[in-house]
C-alpha cells in the first residue's frame, strides 16, 4: 500500500507542476524554486506532514519535500536553541542532499565530457 | 456530405490524438511516480538499519547518485525530454539540474566554469527555499514565545 501511495501522491506532484509549465511557461528554474518554497510554505501551516505520513517517499522525494525538509529543520532548531535555529535549521536538514548533489557534480565532471545535453 | 461547425468539432475531436497537455501530464505521472516509488523501496530498505530521519536523506542521496549516473551519458536528458515535470520535480530533477552544467561547462574551467555554473539552478533554490525556511522559523518562535 506504501507503494501505492507513494507512485499516485508523487505522480499527482508532478502531474502539477507538468500544467504549470505546459500552460505558465514558467521556466525549470522558477518551478523548482517555487516548488521548494511552496513546501516551506505548505509544512509551516500543517499541511505537509499528513502528506509524508500518508506517501512516505511520494512526497518526500519531490522537491516539496525539500521545502518540508528546511521547514521541519528550522522549527526542531528553534526548539532545541531558540531563534539562531532559524539560521541554522533550515540547511542542516537539507545538507545531505545539497551536498551530494554537489559532491557527485563536480565528480561527473571530473569523468565526464562537455556534450550536447539534448 | 454537409457538416455543421459543430459535428465538425466532435469529428475532429475523436480522430485526432490526445492534447499534447494531457500526454505530457500523462507521462509526468508516470515517470515521476516510478521515480518516487523507486525512492519508496529504497527508503524501506534504509529503515531496516537507519532511524526515519537518516534513511530519509539517505534517500536523497542514493536517488541523487543514480541521477548523476544517468545524467553523464545522457539518459536523464532523453527521459527528461518526454517526462517533462516528471523528472524535473523530483530530487532527481534537482541532482540534474546540478550535475548537467557542471560536466557542459567544464570547458571554461573548474572555477568559472564547473564551480560557479554548478549554481545555475540549485543557487536560486537554495537561496529562496533558505530565506523562506528562515522567515518560518522567526514566525515559528514569536508564535512559541506568544502562545
Redesign the interface.
Known amino acids: 500500500m506504501n507503494y501505492v501511495w507513494a507512485f499516485v501522491v508523487g505522480g499527482a506532484i508532478c502531474v502539477v507542476g507538468q500544467l504549470l509549465i505546459d500552460y505558465t511557461k514558467l521556466s525549470p528554474a522558477r518551478v523548482l524554486t517555487g516548488y521548494v518554497v511552496a513546501g516551506v510554505i505548505l509544512s509551516a501551516v500543517g499541511l505537509y506532514k499528513p502528506l509524508v505520513d500518508l506517501a512516505g517517499a511520494g512526497a518526500s522525494v519531490p522537491l516539496l519535500g525539500f521545502g518540508h525538509l528546511l521547514a521541519q529543520g528550522v522549527q526542531n532548531a528553534v526548539d532545541s536553541c531558540g531563534l539562531p535555529g532559524a539560521f541554522t535549521g533550515g540547511l542542516t536538514a537539507a545538507s545531505g542532499g545539497i551536498a551530494a548533489s554537489l559532491i557527485f557534480g563536480v565528480l561527473a565532471a571530473a569523468v565526464g565530457k562537455s556534450r550536447d545535453q539534448n | 456530405m454537409k457538416l455543421d461547425p459543430r459535428r465538425y468539432d466532435e469529428m475532429i475531436g475523436r480522430a485526432s490524438p490526445p492534447s499534447?497537455?494531457v500526454r505530457?501530464?500523462a507521462?509526468?505521472?508516470?515517470?515521476?511516480?516510478?521515480?518516487?516509488?523507486l525512492?519508496?523501496?529504497?527508503?524501506?530498505l534504509f529503515l531496516i538499519w537507519y532511524d526515519k530521519t537518516l534513511a530519509?536523506?539517505?534517500?536523497?542521496?542514493a536517488?541523487?547518485?543514480l541521477a548523476?549516473l544517468c545524467?553523464?551519458p545522457?539518459w536523464y536528458?532523453k527521459l527528461a525530454?518526454k517526462a517533462?515535470?516528471?523528472t524535473?520535480?523530483?530530487?532527481?530533477?534537482?541532482?540534474n539540474?546540478?550535475?548537467?552544467p557542471?560536466?557542459?561547462?567544464?570547458?571554461e574551467g573548474?572555477i568559472t566554469g564547473?564551480?560557479a555554473k554548478?549554481f545555475?539552478?540549485?543557487g536560486?533554490?537554495?537561496a529562496?527555499?533558505?530565506l523562506?525556511?528562515?522567515v518560518?522559523?522567526?514566525?515559528?518562535?514569536l508564535l512559541?514565545k506568544v502562545g
Open positions: 499534447p497537455v505530457d501530464c507521462w509526468a505521472f508516470c515517470v515521476g511516480g516510478a521515480i518516487c516509488t525512492g519508496e523501496g529504497l527508503r524501506q530519509g536523506t539517505l534517500t536523497s542521496i536517488l541523487i547518485f548523476a545524467t553523464l545522457g536528458q525530454a517533462g515535470a516528471g524535473l520535480v523530483p530530487i532527481t530533477g534537482f541532482a539540474s546540478v550535475v548537467s557542471a560536466i557542459e561547462f567544464k570547458a573548474w564547473v564551480g554548478i545555475g539552478i540549485a536560486p533554490v537554495i529562496y527555499g533558505t523562506a525556511s528562515f518560518w522559523g522567526v514566525l515559528y518562535w512559541g
